[in-house]
């Protein structure tokens, strides 16, 4: 079992920076792409950006210039460096990770709990 752990979340004023990190834990056979997903009150869950094994990035237009994803693979790691925030980045940030478990054949999606992101001054 594959278990992405999110950290870093917490109330930063309008134009402030947080850094979210989130590790992939268990029997891993292989990770692949990892990501950011949010969801803000009374909206649909949304990418915020994910980054390939090699390095490959794919980002919402929202966060561009703003956010960063960056990642390290000696330790399942990804991390979302977040500048400019905005009230609307307010929202509960998840982890997703497409890996294989050492007991399976295949890879499979994992998410972790979430952690919150509140702008506000």
């Known amino acids: 079992q594959v278990q992405p752990v999110e950290s870093g979340g917490g109330l930063v004023q309008p134009g402030g920076s947080l850094r979210l990190s989130c590790a992939a834990s268990g029997s891993i056979f292989a990770i692949g792409t990892m990501g950011w997903y949010r969801q803000a009150p009374g909206k649909q869950h949304e990418l915020v950006a994910t980054?390939?094994?090699?390095?490959?990035?794919n980002s919402a237009d929202s966060v561009k210039g703003r956010f960063t994803i960056s990642r390290d693979n000696a330790k399942n790691t990804i991390y979302l460096q977040m500048n400019s925030l905005k009230p609307e980045d307010t929202a509960v940030y998840y982890c997703?990770?497409?890996?294989?478990?050492?007991?399976?054949?295949?890879?499979?999606?994992?998410w972790g709990k979430g952690t919150l992101v509140t702008v506000s001054s």
């Open positions: 997703n990770v497409i890996a294989r478990g050492a007991a399976s054949d295949y890879m499979t999606s994992y």
């Open positions: 980054i390939t094994s090699g390095g490959g990035i």
